[in-house]
């Protein structure tokens, strides 16, 4: 026996691997993460948006007042 296994270790391996297919819960995980993203995607895009608006909100000159200088009431 011990020459035998000797002999195996030194002989080069014909062996296939073979890789077994997701399973269920594996693709309800990628899915549940997939669904992660998307939510942060969400996120995120909203908190650009939301960054974008503030700056470009800008102070009147006349009043103060959050609006452009041209939209001002007290102009009228």
């Given at each position: 026996m011990n020459e035998i296994s000797e002999n195996v270790?030194?002989?080069p391996s014909d062996r296939v691997i073979i890789t077994?297919?997701?399973t269920v819960n594996q693709k309800d995980?990628?899915?549940t993460l997939t669904q992660h993203i998307a939510y942060l995607d969400k996120i995120f895009e909203s908190f650009q948006m939301n960054t974008q608006q503030s700056s470009q909100a800008e102070v009147?000159?006349?009043?103060?007042g959050n609006h452009l200088n041209?939209?001002?009431d007290s102009l009228a």
């Amino acid at each position: 026996m011990n020459e035998i296994s000797e002999n195996v270790i030194q002989l080069p391996s014909d062996r296939v691997i073979i890789t077994r297919a997701a399973t269920v819960n594996q693709k309800d995980d990628l899915n549940t993460l997939t669904q992660h993203i998307a939510y942060l995607d969400k996120i995120f895009e909203s908190f650009q948006m939301n960054t974008q608006q503030s700056s470009q909100a800008e102070v009147c000159d006349m009043c103060g007042g959050n609006h452009l200088n041209h939209e001002c009431d007290s102009l009228a």
